[in-house]
């Protein structure tokens, strides 16, 4: 029976009929249902490691064992994957190794926009582009495949559009291997110096065999019709192309590391006007140019976000359309928020009031940056928080470490914050980090994490505990405090603030989606409101603002967790006991 699947989805489907055996990975949007998925198939063993480091190394040890193994993230996630990732592109691997790639053109989730075909070339193996989820299937099969025949980790790279777009496909069946006996092969896999130089010899020797086979693979594909216009393009903008130039002939190239030379010479030749087009980077054009091929690409398309059938259309036929996404009437800007409820709402009003400079990190609480709270000064990174506080430390003197702080949420601090805080112990630093435990990785929609006790699975497991792995640091400074607990949040803030040693506040409340049950609401008694606004500044999408300046509280969207009525001047904000 066929049934719509997204490109994840049918990622983790061709995945388990290829007889994989290991998907490791960390969360992260577009990427993250692959690994939900796969954890759905018992044959499968699944994990979410503390970061992309981890799954890539545990998808390298039980592909050189020699398992299918499969390491899934987003595109900035393969940055942090890079280190081990570079050096198993030399030694090769013995089960198939694939590196599932989600990049995000658009950043619909993103801190940036980055094409991982780059570092495909840089790491100098083969790169697959599906351009639908009937090929996310097939090519992920391809990609183990070629993974086996030519001894190398294979990068499968989505998009956002391609990873939760959805086609029709049909269960298969999955292809049992058998899993050899461990060999022990040191020469190939101790990457020192003198095994590693042959190793590279091996690895340019194998690029070029992959460039002979990328000419005759099935991956790669010329549907010549009108001969006016040709097109080369991959992945989603395959789909594009095909909607906006039906009549185009279009050579669609799945295999994008190796190109196929021959292949692209000869569609060359066979159109009067060539041009390549592809999201963000000019990846396929600049190798096409340095073949001596004339085809025209980024002066005429951006190398910035996404291309769209309507952007296609009208820079190659004049055709000047209204986009479908727009609208005829203006709609009111609704920009993103916390949830009603969140507990990182009561960490950054506490920090607001305080008037610290925030020093933040990759999460939910990244939000914390946006308006009534505007409380976050900084987010590059995971795990960057508390490294840059300490810089700052040493830049300005340790008295800036008395109105600074790190904010970091729990499973980014298991991420990559520990060895910032390790960097801030070593070097005699005095930052204050708060951690926000609200006990799930909740940004990319409730995955489990070291901290939680379960696995991706849902299976109980072994839990870290934070307190202890902080002192076992040797932060003696631990304090734990609910962030809906103005006061007393405010009061530890204020003392670790004032501490001349390195501190940690665990800011710990579950994250609101994951309270089930009935709860009393809150309302305003319009009698005793001073209409001073403090409700208002917590930026709660509950409570709204009103022409009478007395705020109205919405009992559809209330949560019941009482922090307008911590902040509330004169016991305006009233408890609604629940019917």
């Keep these: 029976m066929k049934q719509l699947m997204t490109g994840n989805e049918a990622i983790a489907l061709g995945a388990w009929e290829a007889g994989v055996h290991v998907v490791a990975a960390y969360p992260g949007t577009p990427s993250t249902e692959v690994t939900e998925n796969a954890a759905k198939y018992a044959e499968i063993y ?26 899934c993230m987003k595109h900035v996630g393969v940055n942090v994957a890079m ?37 495909g070339r840089f790491a100098k193996i083969p790169v697959l582009e599906p351009s639908d989820s009937s090929e996310c299937r097939e090519f992920i099969k391809a990609a183990f495949d070629i993974s086996e025949a030519f001894d190398t980790p294979v990068m499968l790279r989505l998009t956002t559009r391609v990873a939760h777009s959805q086609s029709l496909l049909e269960k298969g069946f999955r292809e049992e291997r058998e899993i050899p006996p461990y060999e022990r092969d040191p020469q190939k896999y101790v990457m020192a110096p003198a095994n590693a130089r042959p190793r590279h010899i091996i690895a340019e020797e194998r690029l070029l065999k992959l460039k002979a086979m990328s000419d005759e693979s099935p991956l790669n594909r010329a549907e010549i019709h009108d001969t006016a216009i040709g097109v080369i393009c991959s992945g989603i903008v395959y789909q594009y192309v095909k909607e906006a130039l039906p009549e185009a002939s279009v050579l669609k190239i799945g295999l994008s590391n190796p190109l196929p030379e021959k292949m692209i010479r000869s569609f060359a030749d066979s159109v009067r ?31 910035v976000g996404e291309i769209f059938p309507e952007t296609i259309r009208e820079v190659l036929l004049g055709e000047k359309t209204a986009s479908p996404y727009r609208y005829d009437k203006d709609l009111v800007v609704r920009p993103p928020v916390l949830c009603a409820g969140c507990p990182h709402r009561g960490t950054f009003h506490v920090l607001k009031k305080a008037k610290v400079n925030v020093i933040g990190d990759i999460g939910c609480y990244t939000l914390g940056a946006m308006p ?20 700052m ?6 008295d800036f470490s008395k109105k600074t702080v790190a904010v970091i949420g729990d499973s980014t601090f298991m991420h990559s914050g520990i060895t910032g805080l390790v960097d801030v112990f070593y070097n005699k630093g005095c930052t ?20 939680t006790g379960y696995t991706v699975k849902g299976e109980p497991t072994n ?26 949040f405010s009061k530890i803030l204020k003392e670790e603030l004032a501490a001349e040693e390195p501190s940690v506040i665990i800011a710990r409340r579950p994250c609101e989606l994951l309270l089930k049950g009935e709860k009393d609401n809150y309302y305003i008694e319009a009698e005793r409101c001073l209409r001073c606004g403090k409700c ?34 004169n016991d305006g904000v009233i408890r609604k006991e629940g019917e």
């Design 432 to 451: 204050t980090t708060i951690i926000l435990d609200n006990h799930i990785t909740a940004m990319t929609g409730h995955q489990q994490n070291p901290l």
């Design 393 to 398: 430390e040493k830049v300005h003197g340790k």
């Design 463 to 488: 839990k870290v505990d934070l307190e202890a792995l902080v002192r076992g640091i040797g932060i003696e400074r631990v304090r734990v405090v609910d962030p809906f607990d103005v006061k007393g």
């Design 46 to 71: 699944a994990e979410w490691a503390p970061n992309e480091k981890v799954a890539m190394e545990v998808a390298i040890g039980a592909a050189v064992s020699g398992g299918r193994a499969m390491a």
């Design 83 to 119: 280190d081990p990732l570079m050096t198993v592109a030399f030694s090769g691997i013995k089960g198939g190794l694939v590196l599932l790639t989600a990049d995000d053109p658009g950043m619909h989730s993103s801190q940036n926009e980055q094409d991982n075909r780059r570092i």
């Design 273 to 303: 006007e060539l041009y390549v087009i592809e999201e963000l980077d000019d990846v396929m054009e600049e190798q096409i140019r340095a073949m001596g091929i004339d085809a025209k690409g980024k002066e005429l398309f951006s190398y």
């Design 536 to 569: 208002l500044k917590i930026g709660c999408p509950a409570i709204e603002k009103t022409s009478s300046k007395v705020p109205i509280i919405h009992g559809d969207q209330c949560v019941g967790c009482g922090l307008c009525q911590n902040v509330c001047g």
């Design 372 to 391: 009534p709270l505007a409380a976050v000064d900084t987010t590059i990174c995971m795990g960057a928080g508390i490294g840059m506080t300490l810089g």
